[in-house]
């Protein structure tokens, strides 16, 4: 519908081209001013006239023609406001939200995105930092995967670097096999705790710290057979969490992987001449760029976290021919990216206009009280079995005879923290308040999850019903059923924004719209009827409801139960 307005409008308005018109278009708040407006303003230079005076002239042309798909056109100061004939329009807006693949497109055909997320540090607890990154990284996976696009997963585990030489050393001096065996990374962080105490009194750790991170780069079996322990003993938490998310990813190439890559990166760097020999460390200075200068080999020749990253992204591109590598990290990295971003333009690749980093804001408790048993880091899983614990509470007060509790509990205990961190702009804080995150009746999840779970229930009432293609469209031109249909078609177009501005929570706030626009419906309009008529093009919007619902909390990384 609106590409045939957009064509109509081109077909009177030989200055501008559709793309021009399409730009413009407006949809009015009010249904008074009609379904689309299009203002005149911008032509007042081009027809050197006022805006109403163009106005009138352009609608005067339009009414001469009588279009079908029009009720009426007004023109209304510089605006022109298009009442389309209501039976079409839904028609048109039922048959566009029908379509296969709604919301997505084929626009990443042939393309590949790298996405780099999640990715925590190894013998360190997964925290709720780690869980944004996941829960960010994934939506945007989904996001791109629907437009058509080829997307890796990567998980950049932090498994290399200096900590993990006083990791050996910690574990070598305090460290038992069975306590690391049974308490996993907790033992780990607490051994580790103790290392920098003791070296704190004996500053020889640091030095045997550094010297089993030596013999880890250069290959000794026992210093690489205890970190690769750790990095077992770690993933081991790690992969529960994600599959309690029913997450997954492609590649664990962590910082480990690329151990044997950054000796290459090294002699460019040199070879370009980029390499400055700066106190007995080499780095690649940036003060041109209002930088600082990009650390690429420390003193006693040891590779570090950007070296790596240089090497990642120079083996992503070989390997992966991307279009775009995506980085999702906490705000603290700005620099960090900015600096490889640099480096890597420096060195003559100018694929590196096509890496993005992708911030996001902190996490807090509301009011500073942290319900965690943990102190002051708040642990993703120690969140996620909460959420869980509270909802399986809410079911077994409400409706103690669902069947599948645990499995309906996890979906919506996990559903509704993904939503209240998806809720709001990324660089924004997030706050955790239990009332809000689990409220039915709020923009949350569990609500969103409940709307879903209402239409299911609408079809097991009617029971095995055949809706039939084509309904009757006059049934659905009310006002209550035309903004539900009309603020649904706009899927497509969230997704799309949502894709260019690396933001899923503009897909939250539209599943949110589409689910009280439903309410209302549900409210005003009674759907199952004796009229077969109204009955089947009702379930038809109830179905439709579904899907678009279904779909965009998909791009979210959240399920739907069909029963809560
Ligand atoms: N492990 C890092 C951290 O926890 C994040 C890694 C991000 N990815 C990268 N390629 N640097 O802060």
């Known amino acids: 519908m609106k590409n045939k307005l957009i064509d109509i409008l081109a077909e009177n308005i030989e200055e501008l081209s559709r793309e021009d018109i399409e730009l413009s278009l407006e949809i009015p708040k009010k249904s008074n001013m009609g379904d689309y407006a299009f203002p005149c303003f911008r032509l007042a230079k081009v027809f050197r006239k006022a805006p109403n005076i163009?106005?009138?002239?352009?609608k005067a042309k339009i009414d001469e023609k009588e279009y079908p798909i029009f009720e009426k056109v007004e023109n209304v100061g510089g605006y022109i406001n298009f009442f389309m004939a209501q039976e079409e329009y839904a028609r048109n807006l039922v048959n566009t939200i029908s379509q296969e693949n709604f919301g997505g497109s084929d626009e990443g055909e042939g393309k590949t995105i790298c996405i780099d997320y999640s990715s925590p540090n190894v013998a360190k607890n997964f925290h709720v930092g780690h869980l944004r990154t996941t829960i960010i990284g994934n939506s945007i996976y989904k996001i791109y995967n629907k437009l058509g696009y080829h997307v890796e997963r990567i998980n950049h585990l932090g498994d290399w670097g200096t900590q993990f030489g006083k990791l050996i050393v910690a574990y070598k001096k305090w460290g038992s096999k069975e306590e690391v065996e049974k308490n996993g990374i907790s033992e780990l962080m607490k051994i580790y705790v103790k290392f920098h105490e003791e070296a704190e009194k004996d500053p020889?750790?640091?030095?045997?710290?550094?010297?089993?991170?030596?013999?880890?780069?250069?290959?000794?079996?026992e210093a690489l057979e205890i970190w690769r322990w750790f990095v077992d003993i770690s993933l081991v938490e790690y992969r529960r969490i994600y599959e309690l998310l029913g997450m997954e990813f492609d590649h664990f190439t962590g910082e480990s992987f690329y151990r044997d890559k950054t000796q290459e990166v090294?002699?460019?760097?040199?070879?370009?001449?980029?390499?400055?020999?700066?106190?007995?460390?080499?780095i690649v200075p940036l003060d041109e760029y209002d930088m600082a200068p990009c650390l690429i080999m420390k003193k006693d020749g040891s590779s570090i976290y950007a070296t790596r990253?240089?090497?990642?992204?120079?083996?992503?591109?070989?390997?992966?021919?991307?279009?775009?590598?995506?980085?999702?990290?906490?705000?603290?990295?700005?620099l960090h990216f900015a600096q490889v971003f640099k480096v890597l333009n420096l060195m003559g690749y100018d694929w590196s206009e096509n890496m993005t980093h992708i911030p996001y804001g902190l996490v807090s408790m509301e009011g500073g009280k942290l319900s965690t048993r943990s102190g002051n880091v708040i642990y993703a899983e120690e969140i996620l079995h909460e959420s869980i614990q509270k909802i399986r509470e809410i079911i077994e007060e409400k409706n103690p005879d669902l069947?599948?509790?645990?499995?309906?509990?996890?979906?919506?205990?996990?559903?509704a923290i993904l939503f209240n961190d998806l809720y709001n702009q990324r660089i924004k804080d997030v706050i955790f308040n239990w009332d809000k995150i689990l409220n039915f009746d709020g923009e949350t999840g569990p609500y969103v999850q409940y709307t879903y779970a209402r239409c299911a229930s609408i079809f097991r009432k009617v029971g095995n019903v055949e809706i039939p293609e084509k309904v009757d469209y006059n049934v659905l031109t009310d006002e209550v059923t035309m903004n539900l249909l009309k603020d649904m078609s706009r899927f497509p177009q969230v997704v799309k924004d949502a894709s260019e501005k690396f933001e899923p929570f503009l897909i939250s706030r539209f599943v949110v719209s589409v689910a009280q626009h439903f309410n209302k419906f549900y409210h005003d309009c009674q759907i199952n009827v004796e009229d077969d008529n109204v009955?089947?093009?009702?379930?038809?919007v109830v179905q439709l409801t579904m899907n678009v619902i279904k779909d965009a909390l998909d791009l979210l990384g959240i399920e739907c139960p069909e029963q809560m």
Request: net charge negative; charged share 35%.
């Open 266 to 282: 090294v002699e460019m760097l040199e070879d370009k001449k980029l390499l400055v020999l700066s106190d007995g460390a080499y």
């Open 535 to 540: 009955r089947y093009a009702r379930l038809k």
């Open 309 to 334: 990253d240089l090497a990642a992204a120079i083996y992503r591109k070989r390997t992966y021919d991307f279009d775009k590598c995506l980085y999702v990290t906490g705000l603290e990295q700005k």
């Open 403 to 415: 069947p599948n509790k645990d499995q309906v509990a996890r979906q919506v205990g996990i559903g």
């Open 54 to 58: 163009i106005a009138q002239d352009i």
């Open 204 to 221: 020889s750790l640091e030095d045997q710290a550094r010297e089993w991170f030596a013999k880890m780069e250069q290959g000794n079996e």
